[in-house]
Structure formats: structure tokens, C-alpha cells
């Protein structure tokens, strides 16, 4: 289950909730994977600058929210005011590989990055999955523009060996601020007929859904039906759309689409194409808006899917597990499997980490497999991890094995319970009793005072 969310946040910071919009709430299974596409981060020069030394608000806001819940965030890629963020549950994490990203500046002849394309790539159970978050040129005469620059953002390569192309993907999920305007009709009858929520009338004369019908490269493209208001432009913290002396006319500028590979080249044969063959299919359950956020003059969308996948992956790489119980009273073992194709390196390295971490840096210490390694035989080996890096308070834990060659994690233990450290507790007692023992003394100053 994959929700991705497509939001023009205007450079406003992150709204107080969402759990609506992630739809945290649901009574359905929870998602396997988030991918939230954003354009216009406050990008001004001094956020930038420090975005790139730390993570930036909304990144953090996001982690915030999803890391308790058992999300870490896999990748994410910005270019200025675009950002691209994917997280992934725990137990997805070693069928996840060849993670790349990459961006494309589109904006004053490709000089700029204000507008363009940022994207994650990675190969899901063996599938290859692409993910483009785009914000195309806005105004309703532009409409050449945005087509020629979503083409370019298709060319562009990942770097790296045997990375397909955008198109070769299995599949590519295409969304953003696409800026498609609704061309011919004048202001009055568009509010009217969302006023009637009569949207049909609107669909033949959407920029996207007439180009769809010219452009080759644009009909392998699926969207579900345009069936919520244009989220396109709202006053602030309303629903009421753009009061200002510009007035204008209500857009769906925020959109999500999708491409399958094995579909459009069972399109293009005559033969028939039985459901056996085909390895993975997309479903889509819910594409709607949001109405309830107001921090920008875009309401944000989101696509919920179902990916059918028949894995071509599944076992994990590297199987690995805490040894005995673990505190920091003494060194601590931990042991590992690698299948035999498994390229390791000396550069490999097995990380603690809290349940709810962050992202893979986000561990509490490490061990290097080589430099740590105690004992080795062809089925297992040990690697140690000193009593000084271990916490001394204890609590759930897990360990992730995290492969240079793939730049990624591979193999996840179950969580673990390290005990906390029984001599530090025996300590701070001690000491507590010695600090009440003197109140006293403390209390007859007082009642002198």
C-alpha cells in the first residue's frame, strides 16, 4: 500500500496535523510506503544554505510524525523549492535496493531550479519503481512549455551501472504542481459548475487531458478521475477561491499519474497478454483533495495504490540477530548471515538503532563487519560491540546491516530489549538517598527564613 502526496506549500511551514492528509486514521491496513512531493519550500538563499547542512523543517516535521509509527525515511532529494521525501516501513527495508536520486532544472533555460523535476528510483522486491516530482511552468498560455520541459525531465540519467532509463521502469509514478490550467471557459462558468460539482464539464477542457490525446509520449500515462474540486487558487486558511484583483481561474494544477511498463508493451502487441505474465500491477484506491489545509493557495492531493507485486527478492541479503542479553555492563555480540552472492566491503557496518529511528544515520553507535569481527565461519560470523557505546538506559532496539556496494540497509533484526545498567542504577539511588537524607537540614533553614 502506497499513499504518495503532491502539495505546492507556498513556502509556508508545516500546518500543526496531518493526520488527515497522510490518513493516519484510517480504518484500513496501515501503508507500506509514503512518497511525499512538495514544491515551493521556502527556498530563499539562508534556508537553503542551512537545508543543506541539516534537514530541512518539513523533512524533519514529516520524520516527527512517521518515525514513531515505524517509518524511516528511505531517501529524498530538493532541488530549491521542490523536495521529494520517500519512507518505508521497517520490514520492507532489505528488499529495497539501487536506491538513486536525481534533479533537473528547468527554469530560465535550465540555469534555475525553481521549476523542473526531482526524482527516486529503486528497484522493490526486484521491480524498479521510479517517482518524479514536478513543477512545471504556471500561466494558461504555457501549455507547449510544460510539455517540453516534462520531456526533458523524462531524458535525464541516474548515474550508475544497469540504471534504467525513466520510461524503462516497471514503474513511474509522475506528480506535482503540473500548472495544466483549464483552457477556454471563462471564470464565471468554471465556479459555476464546481459550484454544481458538475466537474465533468470541465474534464475536456483541462490542458493535461487534451494534451494526453495529441502527445504519444503522454497516453501511456493513467489518472484516476478528476472527481474533487480544482485545487487550484484558494485565499488562504479558506475554501473560497482567489478574491484578489487577479482573480484566477480555478485550475486542477495538482495531479498524479502513473505509468506501467508491461502495459504499454502489451498495448502495442496483438497478441493477448494473460494476468500470469504480468509480475506487477497498480490499483487505484482513492485520489482525492484536502480541503482542510489552508497554509498555501494550493489544496494538497493524494493517490492511494495498491502494488501487487510477485517478488523477485525474497530473502533478505544478510540475516543478523543480538547475541545473549545485551546491557552496557558488558561487550555485546552481534551475528550475521550473508547469503553467498552477497559483495560485501570493508567498508560495510552494522548500526543500534532506537525502534523509531529516523533515517540510516540515525544510529546510537556501530560496529565496521571487518575491524569488529571476532570469529568467522562459512555459515555465521561475530562481530563485537563495546560496553562503552551501548546505551546505559536501556530500551527497545534494533540492528540494521547497512551494505556499502548498495548503499542501503540490508538486513534488520527483530527489536530487542537491552537492560538497563544495573551498576548506574545502584549509583544514582545511592545517591538520591544521600541528596534526601540531608532535606532535613535543607527544610529547618527554610522555616528559619
Same mark, same amino acid.
Given at each position: 500500500?502506497?499513499?504518495?502526496?503532491?502539495?505546492?506549500?507556498?513556502?509556508?511551514?508545516?500546518?500543526?496535523?496531518?493526520?488527515?492528509?497522510?490518513?493516519?486514521?484510517?480504518?484500513?491496513?496501515?501503508?507500506?510506503?509514503?512518497?511525499?512531493?512538495?514544491?515551493?519550500?521556502?527556498?530563499?538563499?539562508?534556508?537553503?544554505?542551512?537545508?543543506?547542512?541539516?534537514?530541512?523543517?518539513?523533512?524533519?516535521?514529516?520524520?516527527?510524525?512517521?518515525?514513531?509509527?515505524?517509518?524511516?525515511?528511505?531517501?529524498?532529494?530538493?532541488?530549491?523549492?521542490?523536495?521529494?521525501?520517500?519512507?518505508?516501513?521497517?520490514?520492507?527495508?532489505?528488499?529495497?535496493?539501487?536506491?538513486?536520486?536525481?534533479?533537473?532544472?528547468?527554469?530560465?533555460?535550465?540555469?534555475?531550479?525553481?521549476?523542473?523535476?526531482?526524482?527516486?528510483?529503486?528497484?522493490?522486491?526486484?521491480?524498479?519503481?521510479?517517482?518524479?516530482?514536478?513543477?512545471?511552468?504556471?500561466?494558461?498560455?504555457?501549455?507547449?512549455?510544460?510539455?517540453?520541459?516534462?520531456?526533458?525531465?523524462?531524458?535525464?540519467?541516474?548515474?550508475?551501472?544497469?540504471?534504467?532509463?525513466?520510461?524503462?521502469?516497471?514503474?513511474?509514478?509522475?506528480?506535482?504542481?503540473?500548472?495544466?490550467?483549464?483552457?477556454?471557459?471563462?471564470?464565471?462558468?468554471?465556479?459555476?459548475?464546481?459550484?454544481?460539482?458538475?466537474?465533468?464539464?470541465?474534464?475536456?477542457?483541462?490542458?493535461?487531458?487534451?494534451?494526453?490525446?495529441?502527445?504519444?509520449?503522454?497516453?501511456?500515462?493513467?489518472?484516476?478521475?478528476?472527481?474533487?474540486?480544482?485545487?487550484?487558487?484558494?485565499?488562504?486558511?479558506?475554501?473560497?477561491?482567489?478574491?484578489?484583483?487577479?482573480?484566477?481561474?480555478?485550475?486542477?494544477?495538482?495531479?498524479?499519474?502513473?505509468?506501467?511498463?508491461?502495459?504499454?508493451?502489451?498495448?502495442?502487441?496483438?497478441?493477448?497478454?494473460?494476468?500470469?505474465?504480468?509480475?506487477?500491477?497498480?490499483?487505484?484506491?482513492?485520489?482525492?483533495?484536502?480541503?482542510?489545509?489552508?497554509?498555501?493557495?494550493?489544496?494538497?492531493?493524494?493517490?492511494?495504490?495498491?502494488?501487487?507485486?510477485?517478488?523477485?527478492?525474497?530473502?533478505?541479503?544478510?540475516?543478523?540477530?543480538?547475541?545473549?542479553?545485551?546491557?552496557?555492563?558488558?561487550?555485546?555480540?552481534?551475528?550475521?548471515?550473508?547469503?553467498?552472492?552477497?559483495?560485501?566491503?570493508?567498508?560495510?557496518?552494522?548500526?543500534?538503532?532506537?525502534?523509531?529511528?529516523?533515517?540510516?544515520?540515525?544510529?546510537?553507535?556501530?560496529?565496521?563487519?571487518?575491524?569488529?569481527?571476532?570469529?568467522?565461519? !562459512? *555459515?555465521?560470523? $561475530?562481530?563485537?560491540? &563495546?560496553?562503552?557505546?551501548? @546505551? +546505559?538506559?536501556?530500551?527497545?532496539?534494533?540492528?540494521?546491516?547497512?551494505?556499502?556496494?548498495?548503499?542501503?540497509?540490508?538486513?534488520?533484526?527483530?527489536?530487542?530489549?537491552?537492560?538497563?545498567?544495573?551498576?548506574?542504577?545502584? !549509583? *544514582?539511588?545511592? $545517591?538520591?538517598?544521600? &541528596?534526601?537524607?540531608?532535606? @532535613? +537540614?535543607?527544610?529547618?533553614?527554610?522555616?528559619?527564613?
Amino acid at each position: 500500500r502506497l499513499h504518495l502526496v503532491t502539495w505546492n506549500v507556498g513556502t509556508a511551514s508545516p500546518p500543526p496535523d496531518v493526520t488527515s492528509l497522510l490518513q493516519l486514521n484510517s480504518l484500513d491496513p496501515t501503508m507500506d510506503m509514503y512518497v511525499i512531493g512538495l514544491q515551493e519550500v521556502n527556498s530563499r538563499i539562508t534556508n537553503f544554505l542551512s537545508d543543506l547542512a541539516f534537514d530541512d523543517p518539513w523533512s524533519i516535521f514529516f520524520m516527527t510524525v512517521l518515525s514513531p509509527l515505524g517509518y524511516i525515511k528511505l531517501s529524498s532529494v530538493r532541488m530549491q523549492g521542490l523536495l521529494l521525501l520517500v519512507f518505508v516501513k521497517h520490514v520492507h527495508l532489505p528488499f529495497i535496493r539501487d536506491i538513486h536520486t536525481h534533479y533537473t532544472r528547468t527554469g530560465l533555460y535550465g540555469y534555475w531550479g525553481n521549476k523542473g523535476g526531482v526524482t527516486v528510483r529503486m528497484s522493490l522486491y526486484g521491480h524498479t519503481i521510479c517517482f518524479m516530482n514536478c513543477h512545471l511552468p504556471a500561466h494558461i498560455e504555457n501549455t507547449e512549455q510544460r510539455l517540453d520541459d516534462f520531456e526533458k525531465i523524462l531524458e535525464m540519467q541516474f548515474e550508475g551501472e544497469n540504471i534504467p532509463s525513466t520510461l524503462d521502469h516497471d514503474v513511474l509514478f509522475w506528480f506535482g504542481d503540473l500548472n495544466f490550467r483549464i483552457a477556454d471557459y471563462g471564470i464565471h462558468f468554471v465556479r459555476e459548475s464546481i459550484n454544481n460539482k458538475r466537474y465533468n464539464l470541465l474534464w475536456e477542457k483541462d490542458q493535461l487531458n487534451m494534451a494526453k490525446k495529441k502527445e504519444a509520449f503522454l497516453q501511456e500515462f493513467i489518472e484516476g478521475p478528476l472527481q474533487f474540486k480544482p485545487t487550484y487558487k484558494f485565499d488562504l486558511y479558506s475554501d473560497v477561491y482567489d478574491t484578489s484583483e487577479k482573480k484566477r481561474k480555478p485550475a486542477w494544477t495538482d495531479r498524479i499519474l502513473w505509468r506501467v511498463k508491461n502495459l504499454c508493451q502489451h498495448a502495442s502487441k496483438e497478441d493477448e497478454f494473460s494476468a500470469e505474465e504480468q509480475t506487477i500491477s497498480v490499483t487505484l484506491n482513492n485520489y482525492i483533495s484536502h480541503m482542510s489545509y489552508g497554509i498555501s493557495d494550493h489544496k494538497p492531493v493524494t493517490g492511494t495504490f495498491g502494488l501487487e507485486l510477485k517478488p523477485l527478492l525474497s530473502d533478505p541479503l544478510v540475516m543478523l540477530n543480538p547475541e545473549g542479553e545485551w546491557s552496557a555492563e558488558h561487550d555485546v555480540l552481534i551475528s550475521y548471515s550473508a547469503v553467498p552472492e552477497f559483495p560485501s566491503s570493508a567498508w560495510d557496518w552494522i548500526g543500534l538503532f532506537k525502534v523509531a529511528f529516523r533515517h540510516v544515520n540515525d544510529y546510537v553507535t556501530y560496529a565496521w563487519v571487518e575491524d569488529d569481527e571476532i570469529s568467522s565461519n !562459512k *555459515d555465521r560470523k $561475530q562481530v563485537y560491540m &563495546s560496553a562503552a557505546e551501548i @546505551p +546505559d538506559m536501556g530500551g527497545e532496539f534494533l540492528l540494521c546491516y547497512y551494505s556499502n556496494n548498495f548503499q542501503s540497509i540490508v538486513g534488520i533484526s527483530q527489536p530487542f530489549q537491552i537492560q538497563p545498567n544495573r551498576t548506574l542504577m545502584e !549509583k *544514582d539511588l545511592t $545517591q538520591e538517598k544521600n &541528596s534526601w537524607m540531608q532535606k @532535613p +537540614d535543607n527544610l529547618e533553614s527554610h522555616d528559619e527564613f
